[in-house]
């Protein structure tokens, strides 16, 4: 007789401000819940008790409130709690675990600058021991729609790095659809316009292959 052990699958979902990620990181859960799946729905910075604590220390203050080189610390010790205290103990008992963003956000916006994607591995190595999600799905949208969504929900509100300026966030669109093009069996670029419907139907068939 086979015994059929559950396999755990790390799904991270990328993309800049307004893309829709946390709209489809729910949307996703329940789609796969449906399939009989446990799901697991965190985010960063965030997702365990210490991880949420810094994140309030990262979205918060004023925009020189951390030096390029803090804030990246900042990001990758909240990631190392995060994948010790959450994700990995999830992955373990079978789970998927969606994330509303992971490792490639700090690629994109603190690996640019001061920092290189070097200093952002060699971080994550030390902090996590370099794991990486199984599927990375980027949210792609252009920036006038992204900007409409953002405004119709927030006004003119922005956390301390969404309110950076608009060739910062190109730069990080730059970024993101570099990694899909550099490491295309786990970052895959979705189109994220159109409805939500639609949209997580994209992201499923992106998924298919992970799927039992
Ligand atoms: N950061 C994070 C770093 O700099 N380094 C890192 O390592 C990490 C992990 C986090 C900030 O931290 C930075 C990046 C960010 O600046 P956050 O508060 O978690 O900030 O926010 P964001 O991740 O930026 O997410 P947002 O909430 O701004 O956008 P989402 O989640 O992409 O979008 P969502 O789903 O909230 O949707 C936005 C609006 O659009 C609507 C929704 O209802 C909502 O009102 N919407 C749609 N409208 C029409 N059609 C659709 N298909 C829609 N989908 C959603």
Redesign the pocket.
Known sequence: MTIRTAKGRFIS?E???????????RALATALRARGLEVVET????GSEGAEAI?TL??TGGADRWSPRA?ALL?AA??ADHVEKTIRPALDRGAWILS???????????GMGDLTDADILALHRIGSGGFLPDRTLF?TLPET??TA??R???GDA?????G?DRAFHLA?ADAFTRFAQTEPERVRAID?????D??TERLLLALQDLLP
């Open positions: 979902l993309g800049g401000e307004g893309a829709g990620k946390s709209t489809q990181l985010r960063e910075p965030g994140r990262l979205l804030e990001f909240a990631r509303d963003r992971f490792l490639d956000s700090s690629r994109a916006y603190q949210l729609e992204a969504r953002t119709s929900r927030d922005a956390d301390r790095i969404g950076r990080v994220a316009s159109g409805d939500a639609t949209v």
